[in-house]
T-cell receptor
């Protein structure tokens, strides 16, 4: 069964606007971690933000924030004030009880295109 | 900064060839991973290793093997390359434990099998 679901294959956003990329997850482990990565066209995977299941507050890193709704099992990425350089693939990933060696389960990704 | 390097960015091989993809990390990480990335499928785990000479199968190990003789190096081997192994291959590493330990990725190897 798929553990990470990203329902938006592609999205467009106007430059300087905010955008939300959806991610839902499935786990029975009370202890887990959620990650977002960015992959520009050059191919490298860039770590953006992390949320632990026991964290009381939503994670933020600069223009990135994670809207963590535990009861809904969702971990949406919010990018504020979009820039042209934000155009990339974005992957949500989770580490749960099966990931004691740091294994991550990745979603299929969302391709974000920022329009000038 | 953590650095993960992969031996080639682009590689073209013929069907039936034995292919080696090398990955090296310089941060003394215990855990290393090989993923395959295909459009619309995201990243799928092929194999991972949590220590020298230790390996575990991921979700799609068929047709692949791995080797980890030194802590910093993790090799992916295609014993007899096939066209359905044409893909982007990503190596990653992380320290051991279950904390906020993100995986650090190499630049990827785009393999084409003809």
């Amino acid at each position: 069964a798929q553990k990470i679901t990203q329902t938006q294959p592609g999205m467009f956003v106007q430059e300087k606007e905010a955008v939300t990329l959806d991610c839902t997850y499935d786990t029975s482990d009370p202890s887990y971690g959620l990650f977002w990565y960015k992959q520009p066209s050059s191919g490298e995977m860039i770590f953006l933000i992390y949320q632990g299941s026991y964290d009381q507050q939503n994670a933020t890193e600069g223009r990135y924030s994670l809207n963590f709704q535990k009861a809904r099992k969702s971990a949406n990425l919010v990018i504020s004030a979009s820039q042209l350089g934000d155009s990339a693939m974005y992957f949500c990933a989770m580490r749960d009880h099966g990931g004691s060696q740091g294994n991550l389960n990745f979603g299929k990704g969302t391709k974000l295109s920022v329009k000038p | 900064d953590v650095k993960v390097t992969q031996s080639s960015r682009y590689l073209v091989k013929r069907t039936g060839e034995k292919v080696f993809l090398e990955c090296v990390q310089d941060m003394d990480h215990e855990n290393m991973f090989w993923y395959r990335q295909d459009p619309g499928l995201g990243l799928r785990l092929i194999y991972f290793s949590y220590d020298v000479k230790m390996k575990e199968k991921g979700d799609i190990p068929e047709g692949y093997s791995v080797s980890r003789e030194k802590k910093e190096r993790f090799s992916l081997i295609l014993e007899s390359a096939s066209t359905n192994q044409t893909s982007m291959y990503l190596c990653a590493s992380t320290i051991s434990g279950r904390g906020t330990y993100e995986q650090y990725f190499g630049p990827g190897t785009r393999l084409t099998v003809t």
